[in-house]
């Protein structure tokens, strides 16, 4: 047996292990950077809605995706620092205070696009021009004012106000009923 007939053995033997490798080695980069770029298109996706689960999602993931990117981390963890921060008591202060957490997450933003491949968008551009529609908004502040004044009166801090029903007043696009016996359903019949 010649050197060539055992390196031909060993091509034979070693080629498919390598291939598999090889092949298992680039799916897992690709894997991680399909993820990188979801999370990317998750926080624009939500910008306008930064209080929805899927943006809430999207951030506490950028952590284990990003986790090798130091730039990333960097800014991640500056944003975090400012969504755990109180808000200041100050009208002044706290107009600045969200001017900076905006800046903040644009950084985030632009440096998760960086690392997803990305490099060619605008993020300040793309920042300002969401779309949440203005219906979705006022929905969420009135949900949050029947909460807060749901769990005043169960907790016994506000009174619920309860007051007779005025027929003369209906304002539906059908009568309201009439009470059976009253004088009103006497005449219908």
């Known amino acids: 047996m010649t050197i060539s007939d055992v390196l031909s053995i060993v091509a034979i033997i070693l080629g498919p292990v390598v291939a598999v490798v090889v092949t298992r080695l680039m799916d897992n980069r690709s894997a991680a ?67 900076r957490r905006e800046q903040l997450f644009i950084k985030l933003v632009q440096e998760v696009a960086k690392e997803s491949g990305l490099r060619t968008v605008d993020i300040t551009d793309v920042m300002t021009s969401n779309y949440y529609p203005v219906g979705w908004q006022t929905e969420q502040q009135e949900q949050q004012q029947i909460r807060q004044l749901l769990i005043q009166v169960l907790a016994g801090n506000r009174g619920l106000s309860i007051k007779p029903f005025d027929n003369t007043r209906w304002a539906g696009p059908y009568p309201p009923a009439v009470p059976p016996g009253s004088a009103s359903s006497a005449k219908q019949s």
């Open 33 to 99: 950077e399909f993820r990188r770029y979801q999370v990317f298109r998750d926080l624009m996706r939500t910008r306008a809605a930064k209080l929805s689960p899927a943006h809430v999602d999207a951030l506490n993931l950028v952590e284990i995706e990003f986790n090798k990117f130091h730039r990333v981390s960097e800014a991640w963890h500056r944003y975090m620092e400012n969504l755990a921060a109180a808000n200041p008591l100050d009208e002044n202060e706290r107009s600045n205070f969200y001017v």
